[in-house]
């Protein structure tokens, strides 16, 4: 099965912030990037993330509410499976998980259209414009890049159903990944709304 029917996750190249972060020397990225990167996560979701945190592994993690214990080590278990198979693949960019930044949204939904407890995002629909996905100007997501320079993605904040916040991180990491060290991958990638799902590394 697709995993693409059940989580999307998405890169959308519509943010003027990824070239600007893009062009800012790694040693650099300091407070000021980490100022932009947040506040492009705030004008995607419409959220606030109040919180500042690192999981027990080290990523950094930002949030509208206190994140608990059981989201913290879920996203640490999503990049674990990430760091894992990538070292596999003999990619060793952006392995750490300190290269990584979570920031944890408040869902636009906490269920799909089957019922299922699903919390997801709602973003714009941009390259999804007129799809299936389409929701009309906006899609759901699981996930969505916000930032390849310091890596960064957006996840809702969930209650219950763990294994499926360590899948969506896995997956939004996986793009990151690919990103530094195999761009003809994450092109394979980047773009679900022509097709192609996850996980492609294995
Ligand atoms: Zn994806």
Redesign the pocket.
Known sequence: MNIFTRII???LIISALIFVALRAPIKSQSARTQKLVKAEAEKITGDKFRYSTKSPKGVNVFSVNKPTAKMLTSIDKGFADLIKVAVKNGYYKRTDYSDYTVFIAKPDRNKDSKGNYSPDIAVNAAQYAGSKYDKGGYVYAAGMVVAFNPCAFVIAEHTQNFQRVSDVVR?ESE?LVLYHNDRKRFKQ?AD?SKGGG?PILK
């Open positions: 996750c998405l890169v997956y793009h990638t679900h996850h």
